[in-house]
């Protein structure tokens, strides 16, 4: 199994530059939870990228744009981005959904709830 992270953000540096000011003018109303919980305002946060590097699962990290092309199906169902999937036997589930992101109010809760369902499979 793998998990695939979806940011409801669009690659590119630029893009990149976008979100980091759109964080600081208005943090309340920003719409990639998962950018929130895994990153600060310029880098990925310590925890996460300690987990993520120690976890014994793979992982993919990919942006709405980047996982809009390469998972072009018209059998895909609609996904709200930001969003975990699982990809398990090349069939994707949902894994964390953008909803329940939302209700994180940080990354262990995120780190917590990803141990918890992998250890399901």
């Known amino acids: 199994m793998r998990l695939i992270f979806v940011y409801n953000a669009t690659s590119g540096k630029h893009n990149a530059v976008l979100d980091s000011l759109r964080k600081i003018a208005n943090p309340t109303n920003y719409d990639c939870s998962l950018c929130t919980l895994t990153y600060g305002v310029f880098s990925e946060k310590k925890t996460w ?20 092309k390469q998972f072009r199906s018209k059998w895909l169902p609609k996904y709200t981005f930001s969003v975990v999937l699982s990809e398990k036997n090349n069939e994707l589930q949902l894994f964390i959904s953008s909803e329940e992101l939302t209700t994180f109010e940080d990354v262990s809760e995120l780190i917590e709830t990803i141990k918890l369902r992998a250890g399901q499979y």
């Open 49 to 68: 990228k300690r987990f993520r590097k120690r976890f014994d699962l793979e992982m993919e990290f990919l942006h709405k744009d980047e996982f809009l």
